[in-house]
């Protein structure tokens, strides 16, 4: 069993648990969009990503949902989709600028990477 394996059966449990809709669950799946671009898996974290992002603009004014956003677009650069990284890093900065402040914590610039 590998760590992306250990992370879907984390995020299966919290779908039980806490239900799609929950933020925690949600940032459990965005995890594990992490772990599979860093395994050259980046199609399913595509999906993965879109989903998150799918589900979660119904809370894109949280920080966790913005730090998603940017991770998606993450994996289209890894993708070679760089129209849909610009599209959604501006969004995903306006975004951040309405919810967080002009002057964006460190810890909010992970959607700029």
């Not at 039980?16 to 974290?45: C, F, P, R, T």
């Not at 306006?94 to 610039?109: E, F, Q, Y």
């Amino acid at each position: 069993m590998d760590a992306a394996d250990l992370r879907r059966e984390e995020v299966e449990i919290g779908k039980g648990i806490l239900g799609e809709e929950h933020l925690s669950y949600l940032v459990s799946l965005g995890n594990l969009v992490l772990i599979l671009d860093e395994q050259g898996k980046s199609e399913e974290a595509e999906k993965l990503g879109v989903q998150i992002n799918y589900d979660g603009d119904k809370k894109k004014d949280h920080p966790e949902t913005l730090t998603s956003m940017g991770n998606l677009a993450g994996t289209w650069g890894i993708l070679g989709c760089y129209k849909e990284v610009a599209k959604r890093m501006e969004y995903c900065l306006a975004l951040r600028k309405r919810v967080l402040g002009i002057d964006l914590p460190r810890r909010s610039l992970r959607c700029l990477r």
